[in-house]
Structure formats: structure tokens, C-alpha cells
């Protein structure tokens, strides 16, 4: 079969898929009272950016409008960390790392071996997702950028996040990962080469945003998520309430507006949710963590080219904090060198420790069991680090602290057909998923939350 052929019978069978679609929807409309949803995420959103955007000098027209319609949070308490790929994977499944699996961006690897990977497939996920619920029920999932979403059979129409070098190979690669003959099939549609999505920045966005329009058109999803990235991207880079940061934001309300007003044409009966993982707080310092555990003995490098050759106990980053990790969980001796170690950083105003919790603190939060030790840092150090020497942080912003830090609280905003608009005040974020469970009208028993509607 010719490659010619092949496009043309795959666009033959995405026009009809999408005409019994759009007469099922118009049934479905009429015969229950499930609606389709639609979850934005923009990330490192901070609800007040919202909630207060007049006071911040915000412009954000759509995402303000939408607020009055909406039930929304005042704040979410996210998990243990607060980055993207934890909180993304407890926003479609309501349970925390420690069963849902995905405990940090980055895959735990002391020996540099996977090259800087994150946990990018959704087959590291333990639990069932809300793609999975609507899946089996014979709905239709669409997904733009979601984090560890490569390779799950329950996205119908998948663009999933990943890259490596970020190269052309790179794109060939996530053309390759992605649902078969759709981003030619969007490329077309959109004059927007795939390349014009790959990045960070605000102009990224816009693409993307692109891209969930045609594919709102042509599939009509019962469950869509959509990832947006330069503002997190901005606030690192620049610092949250930064002029660059705020310009971000200012052009990411014109996306949402776009994409909300396409989702509501497409699908009149449409639930709308826009969300975010964590928050954000300024950085001045980086907390070098893994050199003091270089400097303790417990990680030995190797004298000339300085990489890790043995290790007892290894600081496994994440923004603002860091779970330890013991070689050997159950060493006496290694856990009585590590209490000391960190015993003596929390005690130093220069390190920029604020405090460290065992085991059963983290099992209590939720984090990844891999976790003997968890430490978090004070607001505005972050623990980037380089084993050997101290460093100034090039970062201006980060998260990843400790939940119950205020400055990490998500956003949640929701609107659809019978949701009255309210202040919903601080609400867990394992809550989020059954509530779109129950407007989806779709099982998800696994979750440990429960509906907000």
C-alpha cells in the first residue's frame, strides 16, 4: 500500500468517524446529562494571577470572564513535589505519587545512565487515568502535550509531550510517537509544521493552541487535555510578576479565549476546565544539596571527570525540594550518617534548608516511595547543583517546595451546563479527577478524592 494511499484512506475515515461523531453528540445531547470536557492546563498558573488580576495589572479578558461563570478554588493543594509531571498525573487520576507512580519530572537515575530522561511514558502510570475511564466506555480522547502521556492505547488523537535534543530528529521522533497520520493531518489544516510547537515559548503556545482547535473539529472528544508550557517557561526564566512573565500570561488568555470559544462552537454542551500544577516563587540562591552528601561521603565521584561511581544516599532534585534516596533503605548506619547530615544543614542559615521529614512524613504526604528522607528548602533557594562546587542560580523563579507552602497552590476553574458559579475555597487536587469523572459519567473507583460538584 502507497504511503498516498494511506493518507488519503486515514482522512476518508477521519471525515467519517467525525460525521457519526457529531450525530452521536447531537443524540448524547439530548438523551443524558453527561457533557464532554475539555481540560486546559496552563502551567505554574497561580490563582491569584487570576482571582487578583486587576490588582496585579493582569489584562486577562477571557480568563477573568470565565471566572465569573465558573465554580473555582481560591487554591489547590497540590502534591509531594510541586512539579509538572507528579501534579499532571494526579490531575487525571485523584491519587497521589505514591500509588499513581510518576514521583518527580526526572526518572530517579544517580548514575547519569538515562541521560536526564523524565518519566515521559504513560506506562510508568499504576493506576487507571481519566483517559482510560472515558476510553473504555467507547469515548473518543484527544490530548496536545500532556505530561507522560507517550504510548497509552487510550488516547485516540495523541500529541504527547516529549523531547531529547530538541533537534530535527526530535521531531521526527514525536511525529513518530504520536497517533498515526495526525500531525500531517493537523500540519495541513493549520499551515503549522510541527516544528512551530516544539519549545517553550509564548509563540509555541499559540500553535498549540492551533493544533486542539482543528483537533476539536475533526474528532469531537468526549475527554480532551491540553498542555501549556511558556508560562512556567517565563517565570523560571524571568521570575513570576516579571514584565516578561506577565506578557506570557497576557498572551496565554488570548489562547484559552480561542480555544474555549472553538470547544463551545464545536460541542454547545461542552464542561470547560482550566487548570494548573503548582505555583511559583521567586529564587535568589541555590541550596547545593548533593555536594554536602559528596562532601559527608555518602556519594563518591569520580576524581576526574567528577561523575557519581558509588553512592549511599542521593539527593534526587526537584525545584525547591528533594527526596533522598537510600541505596539500601534498610542500612541503620547510612540513615543515622544521613539525620546528621541533614540535622546539620537544616541548622546552617547559609544552606538554604528549612526542614526535612522521614518516612513516614512522606508516606503520610504521598510522595514516592523510593523516598527515605525528604528536604525542603527555604522560599527563594532551589536545589539545583553540580556535586563539586557552589554555584550562583541562574534560575529566578522555581517550585517543587513543599505543598504546604502557599506560594505553591494550583489553580482550578470550572464551567459547564449546570455548574453554578461559587468559591469552592483551598480544595485537594486528587479531588479534580472524580469530579470530571462524574460530569464524564465515567467510572474511575480508584481515585482517592471525590466529586467538588
Known amino acids: 500500500m502507497s504511503a498516498a494511499f494511506r493518507v488519503e484512506s486515514w482522512s476518508f475515515d477521519m471525515?467519517?468517524?467525525?460525521?457519526?461523531?457529531?450525530?452521536?453528540?447531537?443524540?448524547?445531547?439530548?438523551?443524558?446529562?453527561?457533557?464532554?470536557?475539555?481540560?486546559?492546563?496552563?502551567?505554574?498558573?497561580?490563582?491569584?494571577?487570576?482571582?487578583?488580576?486587576?490588582?496585579?495589572?493582569?489584562?486577562?479578558?477571557?480568563?477573568?470572564?470565565f471566572l465569573k461563570e465558573a465554580a473555582y478554588a481560591t487554591g489547590v493543594r497540590n502534591v509531594l513535589p510541586t512539579v509538572t509531571y507528579p501534579d499532571h498525573t494526579t490531575l487525571i487520576t485523584g491519587v497521589w505519587p505514591d500509588k499513581h507512580g510518576i514521583g518527580n519530572n526526572e526518572t530517579f537515575d544517580p548514575t547519569g545512565k538515562n541521560l536526564g530522561g523524565w518519566y515521559w511514558y504513560a506506562s510508568d502510570i499504576r493506576v487507571p487515568t481519566l483517559w482510560d475511564a472515558v476510553h473504555d466506555k467507547k469515548g473518543i480522547v484527544d490530548s496536545i502535550d500532556w505530561p507522560v502521556s507517550v504510548?497509552?492505547?487510550?488516547?485516540?488523537?495523541?500529541?504527547?509531550?516529549?523531547?531529547?535534543?530538541?533537534?530535527?530528529?526530535?521531531?521526527?521522533?514525536?511525529?513518530a510517537l504520536s497517533t498515526p497520520g495526525l500531525v500531517p493531518r493537523l500540519a495541513r489544516d493549520t499551515g503549522l509544521p510541527l516544528q512551530a510547537l516544539v519549545g517553550e515559548e509564548p509563540k509555541h503556545d499559540v500553535s498549540r493552541t492551533r493544533y486542539a482547535q482543528k483537533m476539536l473539529e475533526f474528532t469531537f472528544p468526549e475527554f480532551m487535555t491540553v498542555h501549556l508550557v511558556s508560562l512556567d517557561h517565563y517565570q523560571h526564566t524571568y521570575g513570576p510578576d516579571s514584565a516578561?512573565?506577565?506578557?506570557?500570561?497576557?498572551?496565554?488568555?488570548?489562547?484559552?479565549?480561542?480555544?474555549v470559544a472553538s470547544a463551545r462552537r464545536t460541542m454547545p454542551n461542552v464542561t470547560i476546565a482550566i487548570v494548573s500544577d503548582h505555583g511559583f516563587a521567586p529564587v535568589h540562591a541555590e541550596a547545593n544539596i548533593g555536594k554536602a552528601f559528596v562532601d559527608a561521603g555518602l556519594?563518591?565521584?569520580?576524581?576526574?571527570?567528577?561523575?557519581?561511581?558509588a553512592w549511599d544516599a542521593m539527593?534526587?532534585?526537584?525545584?525547591?525540594?528533594?527526596?533522598?534516596v537510600l541505596?539500601?533503605?534498610?542500612?541503620?548506619?547510612?540513615?543515622?550518617?544521613?539525620?546528621?547530615?541533614?540535622?546539620?544543614?537544616?541548622a546552617d542559615p547559609s544552606s538554604g534548608v528549612a526542614r526535612w521529614i522521614d518516612k513516614a512524613a512522606i508516606d503520610a504526604r504521598g510522595g514516592s516511595t523510593k523516598a527515605s528522607f525528604w528536604v525542603d528548602c527555604?522560599?527563594?533557594?532551589?536545589?539545583?547543583?553540580?556535586?563539586?562546587?557552589?554555584?550562583p542560580t541562574t534560575l529566578k523563579g522555581t517550585h517543587g517546595y513543599f505543598p504546604d507552602n502557599k506560594e505553591m497552590r494550583a489553580t482550578f476553574m470550572i464551567a459547564g451546563p449546570g455548574i453554578k458559579a461559587k468559591n469552592l475555597g483551598d480544595i485537594d487536587m486528587r479531588d479534580i479527577a472524580p469530579t470530571l469523572a462524574k460530569i464524564l459519567e465515567v467510572p474511575l473507583p480508584t481515585a482517592n478524592g471525590k466529586p467538588l460538584l
Open 15 to 65: 471525515t467519517l468517524r467525525a460525521t457519526l461523531c457529531a450525530l452521536s453528540l447531537a443524540l448524547f445531547a439530548t438523551t443524558a446529562s453527561a457533557s464532554p470536557v475539555l481540560m486546559i492546563s496552563i502551567d505554574g498558573l497561580r490563582p491569584a494571577d487570576v482571582i487578583d488580576a486587576k490588582k496585579k495589572g493582569l489584562a486577562l479578558p477571557h480568563l477573568t470572564a
Open 327 to 346: 541505596a539500601h533503605p534498610d542500612d541503620q548506619v547510612v540513615k543515622d550518617k544521613v539525620v546528621a547530615l541533614l540535622n546539620k544543614l537544616q
Open 378 to 391: 527555604k522560599i527563594g533557594y532551589s536545589t539545583l547543583s553540580n556535586f563539586t562546587q557552589q554555584m
Open 151 to 175: 504510548g497509552t492505547a487510550s488516547i485516540d488523537y495523541n500529541l504527547p509531550e516529549y523531547w531529547r535534543a530538541q533537534t530535527a530528529d526530535d521531531i521526527k521522533l514525536l511525529v
Open 299 to 309: 556519594i563518591t565521584l569520580d576524581p576526574k571527570t567528577h561523575k557519581v561511581i
Open 315 to 324: 539527593p534526587w532534585n526537584a525545584g525547591g525540594s528533594s527526596a533522598i
Open 244 to 259: 516578561e512573565s506577565k506578557s506570557a500570561l497576557e498572551q496565554l488568555d488570548s489562547d484559552v479565549g480561542d480555544l
